[in-house]
């Protein structure tokens, strides 16, 4: 029992307050918001009898499909991260924001937060993109996935998954962490070999690549508060 105590209270020593953590808090309320957004929307008949749903228009014009990259690449990479397409996605970011995320923010400072997000949500994207236009010109992927919808915060999420690994906690358990996060997105690749999975996977790679980068700052941030007269 008294091992549970002083877990529990590690744990919440970690956690800390996460709303304190503008830039996870700021991004959770969005995401929320939109999804609120997009519960709200109606299903418009028109007078031919075909039916509109307003919900999926919005996502297919933030969609960072093939035909939106093409056209509006700068506009879809940025409010695509702004959206998910159910509730089981955003609490999924949710436990992830008050775990991680949040702690990970405390630690390495909002403008890190956000750049290696941005850099694991475009890096990833990007990569699958040319993938994904190979894949549609030698005719091994149907050529509708030029105007699919996707959306959502996962290629970012998995980064800074990745690059907690590298901050967050000791040299022993780093491995650990890193191997438990490319382990997960390799089973999923292995169990559905989606782009999105290909994402995952890429996204990960490039969080731990940039946590090393992460882990020096910090680490002569920590020399310099030392010897900070």
Do not use: K
């Amino acid at each position: 029992m008294a091992g549970l105590r002083a877990a529990a209270s590690r744990l919440r020593a970690f956690v800390g307050r996460p709303w304190e953590a503008t830039a996870t808090f700021v991004y959770f309320c969005i995401l929320t918001a939109n999804r609120l957004v997009l519960r709200s929307t109606q299903v418009l008949t028109l007078r031919n009898g075909r039916s509109l749903n307003l919900g999926n228009l919005l996502l297919r014009s933030v969609s960072t499909n093939l035909s939106q990259l093409r056209h509006d690449p700068v506009t879809v990479l940025v409010t695509s991260a702004f959206f998910v397409q159910s509730i089981g996605e955003l609490v999924a970011f949710a436990i992830a924001a008050v775990l991680v995320l949040a702690p990970l923010e405390r630690r390495i400072g909002a403008g890190r937060w956000l750049l290696a997000f941005a850099l694991g949500h475009v890096g990833a994207t990007l990569i699958v993109a040319v993938g994904l236009n190979i894949a549609v010109q030698t005719h091994h992927v149907a050529a509708d996935v030029v105007r699919t919808i996707d959306v959502g915060m996962s290629y970012g999420t998995v980064c800074l998954l990745a690059v907690a690994a590298s901050v967050l906690v000791t040299d022993r358990a780093r491995v650990v962490w890193s191997a438990v996060v490319v382990g997960a997105v390799v089973i999923g690749l292995a169990a559905g070999q989606t782009y999105t999975d290909w994402g995952h996977f890429i996204a990960a790679v490039i969080g731990l690549l940039t946590g090393e980068f992460v882990r020096r700052w910090v680490t002569r941030a920590r020399l310099a508060a030392a010897v900070a007269p």
